[in-house]
């Protein structure tokens, strides 16, 4: 009988025991003794010791074979307590794909090292389940936005004007003009309100970041919302909602990958709405009363938000910000127009994963506040349209992927939950 062809989780899970099984993948270790070779063999979904006797048709391959070649080979499956998983393959016919040199990634395990080699550290078993894990919490993601009605739609990446101030901003040649990379696609999401009224996208922002911290990329994935007819306070809801819900589902169905990879499940399923909210005069008193030299007017820097964050243990806001250190689009507070409307949720260790807030829905007030900010009233004329012609109360928010796996895996940086990172130093592979 042919073998079948299968998959090496199929094996564990399917208790294929007795039975013929062919199997693709790439050799993960090898070792010799006496008259036997142990390879480990790994496919997508999990690994598989498979034994190739000195006596066997297979010994010969099995001899040449090097670490990370690619391989497909059958034989029986046995069950063996000493075998990793409880199962092995004893070989009986190996055919090698594609012959490996010497795999460099053998002794050095420096994290510039691994990261210069990038494209091939992904094969490691830790970059394996993070980017499962992330291909998991992309997809709580959607569903949580399309159970609640919410139309995604696709932003532009080249942008002719600034959502977030003009240090971080990319420039670039476009034919005989220069533009931009985007940085955030709410201006654009705002546009989209008038007729869809719930939107929100999935897309990469841009930031020339200079600053080297654990938090920062070049590139990184967004997930921005906004809504027609809604306050700050029902943005920091909907926020809360899909934080939990995001947290609850990795829990409950990425169970495997967050145990091997020694991360705190617990954490999240703790996770509890409402998150608790304090203003941001309340989170510099409380600043001052740690020791802080900060003075209200300052923006919380990396060390405020992760010293604010232990006394939470687990993710809050901050909202009601000073006008000058937030942007320009942020809605004032009518009754003191000196703080405004827009809201930040953090999370320990990371700080800050979330701003979010209402935006300024009066064209006067926004001109205003263009020219506050020294920003060209003719380049935003597009965006004091959207006041000009129906206007209405609106709120959204943005919410880093990275930074958000970064907390949920434990990962010590945002570097390791994407996988071609882009920093000031990282464009290469
Ligand atoms: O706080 P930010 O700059 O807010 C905005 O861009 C708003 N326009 C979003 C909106 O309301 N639609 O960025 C939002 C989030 C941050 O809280 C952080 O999680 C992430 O994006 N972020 C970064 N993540 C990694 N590297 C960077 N350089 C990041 N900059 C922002
Ligand atoms: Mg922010």
Redesign the pocket.
Known sequence: MPASLVQIQQIFDKKLEGKKVKIRGWVYRKREIKYTIFLLIRDSTGVIQCTVKKDSSAWEMADKVTIESSVILSGMVKSDKRAPGGYEIAVDQLTIVGLAETFPITKDYSEDFLRDVRHLWLRSRRMTLIMRVRSEVLKFIHDFFRRRGYVEVSPPMFISSA??GGA?LFGLKYFDKELYLT????LH?EALIYSLEKVYCVAP?F?A?KSRTI????E?W?V???AAFTTMEDMMKLEEDLVAYICHQTAKKCKKELEILNTNIEKLLKVKTPFPRITYNEAIERLQNKGFKIEWGEDLGYDEEKALAEDFGHPFFIYAYPRKIK?FYCKTYRDNPELVMSE??LVPRIG??????AREDNKEELIKRLKEFGLRQEDYEWYIDLRRYGTVPHA?????V???LAWILDLEN?IDAVPFPRTIRRYYP
């Open positions: 959502c977030e971080t940085q955030s696609a709410q999401l922002s930031r970041e938090r920062h990329l070049a990184f967004h921005e919302a906004e942007a930040d949720m800050e994963i979330i701003t979010g807030g959204g928010f943005g919410l880093g990275e930074r958000l945002v």
